[in-house]
């Protein structure tokens, strides 16, 4: 995933456990989760939190791609990025500019 939408101004809070958590919660909203359901992630040692939901897949050629948001908690307040994010052949995935 690179550095996913995390690895952006919504993820400039976290820690490099909580981005990894993070990371991790963007691709199985990509890879795994059904359109619009959430993928949760929460950190173990901070009250910073997150949820990351994908929208349906379509293909672009030969790749399947997804849109989807990530909200970043850090408190109570929360920021949330958009982003689209295409599967690569080896199964990656890699987020659009």
């Keep these: 995933m690179a550095g996913g939408l ?8 976290l820690n490099s456990t909580e981005k990894r958590k993070a990371l991790e919660a ?10 619009g359901q959430k993928v949760t ?11 990351v939901v994908a929208a349906q897949p379509y293909r ?3 790749q399947d791609c997804r849109q989807y948001t ?3 908690f850090t408190g109570t307040a929360g920021q949330t990025a958009r982003g689209t994010a295409c ?11």
């Design 70 to 72: 990530h909200t970043v």
């Design 60 to 62: 672009v050629g030969s």
């Design 87 to 97: 599967r690569n052949a080896d199964g990656s995935w890699t987020p659009l500019t």
């Design 41 to 51: 992630w929460k950190s173990d040692s901070s009250a910073h939190s997150g949820e």
């Design 26 to 35: 963007e691709y199985k909203a990509l890879e795994y989760t059904a359109s």
């Design 6 to 13: 995390v690895g952006g101004s919504i993820g400039s809070g």
